[in-house]
């Protein structure tokens, strides 16, 4: 069974920076999606970035490129969301995930993804 416990959040001002993390266990990851998504409050689940856990070339959100950058350590089975020049609107509770199937066309779809953390806030003040 897939566990996925995510940590990172907090207050931030505007302009600033947080790194979230994502531990992950249970499976060998290899052939993995691993995604992050966001929940505003009385907004959908957005998605944010994604990554195929053995490579290659990242998915973002048009409004989080230039800013934030997925990646991963397989040592530590660990994915990352660095997060920088950060705004008010990216306040949410953020979520990691993960899909056993890969495409294109559905990366950013939550419904793809098998598995869920339990959320981690990020607030940015202005």
């Known amino acids: 069974q897939v566990q996925l416990v995510e940590s990172g959040g907090g207050l931030v001002q505007a302009g600033g920076s947080l790194r979230l993390s994502c531990a992950a266990s249970?499976?060998?990851?290899?052939?993995?999606?691993m995604g992050w998504f966001r929940q505003a409050p009385g907004k959908e689940r957005e998605f944010v970035a994604a990554l195929r856990w053995r490579g290659g070339t990242p998915y973002y959100v048009d409004s989080v490129k230039g800013r934030f950058t997925i990646s991963r350590n397989n040592a530590k089975n660990t994915l990352y969301l660095q997060m920088n020049s950060l705004k008010p609107e990216d306040t949410a509770v953020y979520y990691c995930a993960a899909s056993t199937r890969y495409a294109v066309n559905s990366i950013s779809l939550g419904h793809e993804y098998d598995s869920w953390g339990q959320g981690t806030q990020v607030t940015v003040s202005s």
């Open positions: 249970g499976r060998t990851f290899s052939g993995y999606v």
